[in-house]
């Protein structure tokens, strides 16, 4: 069976690639770029050159594949609007293209709240692409990532190695996570045609999720020191947020602290409720926070990104 992905040379598309070779998908992968994929070491897969903006790439991903993962996508963009662009429209484009195989989007847990931020609402609107599709789907929307190779959530990492661990002020939220193996291999558990077309959620099994709290523990055991939880007001936030906004509009680097992601972090509730895909599956983490930011923390300083006790 074969399985065209795009996606792969992002932070979870490595490990995605390794859970399906692992259980005996051909793989076809779309890459823009030459990029090392150190979880391929042993793993045949083809290349098609190329994005989702064109079209004669993408019929090449697609054509003769039994099921297609679509993982890229965009999680900062210079302009609202690219995050439609490539979110939804790529989305749209490549499922056109592919309109028998299984077509598996990797969604967020951001689109139950479309209202919040252009990131959300471009992947409500990808889902909604693949609501009104014919042939087989399904949507997976993974609550906050981390693990190995992971530059955005690094600066937490950082922060916290110099013995604080900054949160929203005030606002007692509560957030699902999973280490990216974990979703790697939910993922590609999905695949199997057992699964009914429907939105799902997935996270590493902890009910209700967690605080800041737990995520200051967790990464202060890790780092084998104790942190001081640091309280950020929103208005702080914002006006960082504003500061990048002025910076991208001046040309300089896309920064991911925008004023959708200030209502992204102050909302109350990123908690995956929905167990329907484990259920189905039979996927069960293997990291719960603790063992997930100890994996985490050892992987970034054995490559040097943060320093080695």
Do not use: C
């Not at 609550?143 to 900054?166: I, M, N, Q």
């Amino acid at each position: 069976m074969l399985v065209a992905v795009t996606g792969a040379s992002g932070f979870v598309g490595p490990h995605l690639v390794g859970a399906l070779s692992r259980r005996g998908w051909k793989v076809r992968l779309l890459l823009r770029r030459w990029s090392p994929l150190p979880s391929l070491a042993g793993v045949e897969a083809e290349i098609v050159w190329g994005d989702l903006g064109d079209g004669a790439a993408l019929g090449k991903l697609v054509a003769g594949a039994d099921a297609v993962v679509h993982a890229a996508g965009l999680i900062k963009a210079r302009h609202a609007s690219d995050f439609l662009t490539v979110n939804r429209d790529g989305t749209a484009r490549l499922a056109a293209l592919a309109p028998h195989a299984r077509f598996l989007l990797l969604s967020s847990l951001a689109a139950r709240e479309p209202g919040l931020s252009p990131y959300g609402a471009s992947k409500r609107a990808a889902e909604e692409v693949l609501a009104g599709r014919s042939g087989p789907w399904l949507a997976i929307r993974a609550p906050a990532v981390y693990g190995p190779g992971d530059r955005e959530t690094l600066s937490y990492f950082k922060t916290a190695e110099r013995g604080l661990a900054p949160e929203p002020m005030g606002n007692g939220a509560r957030l699902s996570l999973i280490h990216v193996a974990d979703l790697a291999e939910a993922l590609a558990l999905a695949l199997a045609p057992s699964v009914p077309a429907a939105v799902y959620e997935i996270d590493d099994g902890r009910a209700g999720g967690y605080g800041y709290a737990d995520m200051a523990e967790s990464a202060g055991a890790a780092l084998g020191r104790r942190l001081m939880r640091l309280p950020v007001p929103r208005p702080v936030m914002a006006a960082v947020a504003g500061v990048n906004g002025l910076w991208q509009s001046l040309g300089g680097a896309t920064r991911i602290l925008t004023a959708g992601k200030v209502a992204e972090i102050f909302h109350g509730d990123w908690v995956a409720h929905d167990r329907r895909l484990a259920d189905a599956t039979g996927f069960e983490a293997r990291y719960d926070l603790k063992t997930g930011f100890d994996d985490t923390v050892r992987w970034y300083r054995a490559h040097g990104w943060l320093r080695r006790r």
